[in-house]
Nanobody, 124 residues
Framework: QVQLVESGGGLVQPGGSLRLSCSAS????????IGWFRQAPGKEREGFGC????????IYTSSVRGRFTISRNYAENTVYLQMNDLRPEDTATYYC?????????????????WGQGTQVTVSS
């Protein structure tokens, strides 16, 4: 089973940008759907974006569409989440997750492997 590691979180001012990475400490991401989730204090975990294993197609929820971009680098065995125009409401712990190559989904139950999470704080 693939083991995922997120990195790149931190403190950023509103309107700023961050790029998160999701890499595999064991296994390959090539044939897996990769989803991105976040969980803010006191709130449920929210799936907001994912990328397919086959053609790199992506979907996003309306909360991040146009501001966040997911991309895959097969050579680096890494999936990136570029976050622009960050807002205080984006503050959360961000997780990547790996699921089977069966399309795209925001459902947590679709994904079988999870990273440990990385904190993103948007504040002035």
């Amino acid at each position: 089973q693939v083991q995922l590691v997120e990195s790149g979180g931190g403190l950023v001012q509103p309107g700023g940008s961050l790029r998160l990475s999701c890499s595999a400490s064991r296994g390959t991401l090539d044939d897996l759907t990769i989803g991105w989730f976040r969980q803010a204090p006191g709130k449920e975990r929210e799936g907001f974006g994912c990328v397919s294993s086959s053609d790199g197609s992506t979907i996003y929820t309306s909360s991040v569409r146009g501001r966040f971009t997911i991309s895959r680098n097969y050579a680096e065995n890494t999936v990136y989440l570029q976050m622009n125009d960050l807002r205080p409401e984006d503050t959360a712990t961000y997780y990547c997750a790996a699921g089977p190559p069966l399309g795209l989904s925001f459902r947590s139950s679709f994904y079988k492997s999870w990273g440990q999470g990385t904190q993103v704080t948007v504040s002035s």
